[in-house]
């Protein structure tokens, strides 16, 4: 029997989430078209008839001098020093530059078994893969190096396959039908900003955070209550959550309220939804403990 803790780490928008997501099979961490939308340690749990692997997604490693970018850095690295394995992937519709230099030194230093990925392989043409195979190949000499596309399930087979491999022999951390250990209000945050980026400007996510601020289950009723606030920074930004007529707050609070449902099956659920502004947060250091809290 197996067992290992799994850093996935890459640039913004390298596919981690979606890659987490379809190995554990269920909803994990969030996934968008906007880079930078993973702000915490995700972990998700696989599990098969070889063992069980605890995958972290971080956040995408970003290089920037404000507090929140700096906030994800701390991140990504402190999941480095706690895994024993790191699966390093790469976007191959990006060329590698500073940024990707900057990761590969992070991990090279962390003297942590590597299986490297080069994801996205159903859009790339040939010369984006021979050049990503050759960067990882270069940078990774003693690693694994892997073609995959997380979100078509392609080459994932392989991934697990070099995972349990490199694994060390352990017993089960989680029961088997476990794949996540999220706290309930974090999941159902993340569910609410997930919805509220999909609604939103390119823009308005990186100024957004999502709170709940009460929740209340009744065991006679089989009742759900939840109270949430969006927040942004300024309360001009409100009304480009709340829409024309409160037609983008419906819409997040309708796709918001069917994912959660999900999580409370046979109750039924009254979702309260709330837009507010706190100016600044992003720089604000009681704020973003909250936010960061592990």
């Known amino acids: 029997m197996k067992a290992a803790t799994v850093s996935v780490i890459g640039r913004p928008s390298a596919g981690k989430s979606t890659l987490v997501n379809t190995i554990t099979g269920m909803k994990v961490s969030i996934t968008s078209s906007t880079p930078q939308t993973t702000r915490n340690k995700i972990r998700g749990i696989y599990t098969d008839s070889r063992g069980q692997l605890i995958f972290t997604d971080t956040p995408g490693f970003h290089l920037s001098d404000k507090e929140i970018n700096r906030r994800m850095q701390d991140v990504t690295i402190s999941s480095l020093k706690d895994s024993d394995i790191i699966l390093y992937m790469l976007d191959g519709k990006r060329k590698p530059g500073k940024e990707e230099e900057t990761i590969a030194s992070l991990v090279l230093k962390a003297e942590v078994p590597v299986v490297a990925v080069l994801n996205k392989a159903d859009i790339l043409t040939e010369k984006e893969k021979e050049e990503g195979m050759s960067f990882l190949s270069a940078t990774f000499p003693s690693s694994p190096v892997l073609l995959a596309s997380g979100k078509n399930d392609e080459g994932v087979d392989e991934i697990l396959i ?92 309708k796709e918001s309220f069917k994912e959660i449902r999900r999580i409370f099956p046979g109750s039924s659920l009254t979702l309260d939804l709330r837009v507010k502004s706190q100016p600044g947060w992003r720089k604000n250091g009681k704020t973003l403990d909250r936010i960061f809290s592990d």
Request: aromatic fraction near 8%.
């Open 162 to 253: 070099e995972l349990f491999r490199i694994a060390p022999e352990g017993e089960l951390l989680y029961d088997e039908s476990t794949y996540t250990d999220q706290d309930l209000e974090f999941r159902i945050s993340e569910i609410i900003r997930e919805k509220t980026i999909a609604n939103l400007s390119d823009e308005m996510p990186h100024v957004i955070f999502v709170e709940i601020e009460d929740m209340e289950y009744s065991e006679e009723e089989k009742h759900v209550w939840i109270r949430a606030s969006i927040n942004t920074e300024r309360d001009g930004q409100k009304g480009i959550i709340v829409g024309k007529g409160g037609e983008n707050i419906k819409r997040i609070r």
